[in-house]
């Protein structure tokens, strides 16, 4: 029993190392389309990287899925061991959609029509971005650590974006009143901001996972009530 327990062990670790692989490659999209944004990164071969560091993204999430697939197949996990590879799934998830929303900006960043009167809105992104980072690293922190603490932070995080996300769009759209040549570049980043917004939201799903994980609290969609017990019946 005990060899079993330590070759189940050995692959969750495994798993562990693929997802923070994974969000290594999330984190690095994230750096880079803020820094295409701001005009900071000058290599040319930014968006081939980035084609690449995406499709390294989606094998490691099949690679992941299949591991855990086979643990559940083959070991019949139960109790502690069987929640964490039902987080493990989970969180596989949400990195894949963070690194495809984060190259979908990267993409947005290469078509956008930069103008000196959104200088100002476009240096509110970099804070954005920094929140959004700060977010994914710390839910990869606290995913592997298990550490409950520190995704409640998260929680709270969460929070900031929304404020930064809502109060850019409120810039873009008086921009839009007043500078009619500017409606596409404006709606371009408004569409970014609320694809950050969507990133650091998955990385808060990340945070419930842990959550869930050390309690058994689902925490997610608090409003909605559960179902009375007799609906389990049908």
């Known amino acids: 029993m005990r060899k079993i327990q330590n070759k189940l062990d050995e692959r969750l670790n495994y798993i562990r190392s693929l997802i923070l692989d994974m969000g290594g490659f999330v984190e690095k999209?994230?750096?880079?389309?803020?820094?295409?944004?701001?005009d900071k990164n000058p290599n040319p071969n930014i968006m081939h990287e980035l084609k690449m560091r995406e499709e390294e993204i989606n094998t490691l999430q099949l690679r992941v899925s299949r591991v855990c697939f086979k643990i559940l197949a083959r070991e019949s996990p139960v109790a502690g061991d069987l929640r964490l590879i039902l987080a493990i799934v989970n969180a596989n998830t949400d990195l894949e959609r963070m690194g495809d929303l984060a190259f979908n900006i990267a993409m947005k960043v290469e078509s956008i029509e930069k103008d000196p009167i959104l200088d100002e809105i476009i240096h509110m992104y970099e804070s954005m971005f920094a929140q959004v980072s700060k977010m994914?690293?710390?839910?990869?922190?606290?995913?592997?650590?298990?550490?409950?603490?520190?995704?409640?932070?998260?929680?709270?995080?969460?929070?900031?974006?929304?404020?930064?996300?809502?109060?850019?769009?409120?810039?873009?759209?008086?921009?839009?009143?007043?500078?009619?040549?500017?409606?596409?570049?404006?709606?371009?980043?408004?569409?970014?901001?609320?694809?950050?917004?969507?990133?650091?939201?998955?990385?808060?799903?990340?945070?419930?996972?842990?959550?869930?994980?050390?309690?058994?609290d689902d925490i997610r969609h608090q409003d909605i009530p559960d179902q009375p017990e007799e609906e389990y019946k049908k």
Not at 29 to 38: E, K, Q, V
Not at 144 to 164: F, M, P, T, Y
């Open 136 to 216: 994914v690293h710390s839910s990869l922190d606290a995913f592997v650590a298990e550490d409950e603490r520190l995704s409640r932070k998260i929680l709270i995080q969460d929070d900031n974006v929304d404020q930064i996300r809502d109060k850019v769009r409120k810039g873009l759209e008086d921009i839009t009143l007043s500078h009619n040549r500017l409606i596409k570049p404006c709606i371009d980043l408004i569409i970014m901001a609320g694809e950050l917004e969507r990133i650091a939201d998955h990385a808060t799903n990340i945070a419930e996972e842990v959550i869930f994980l050390k309690t058994g």
């Open 29 to 38: 999209t994230i750096a880079s389309a803020c820094d295409l944004l701001l």
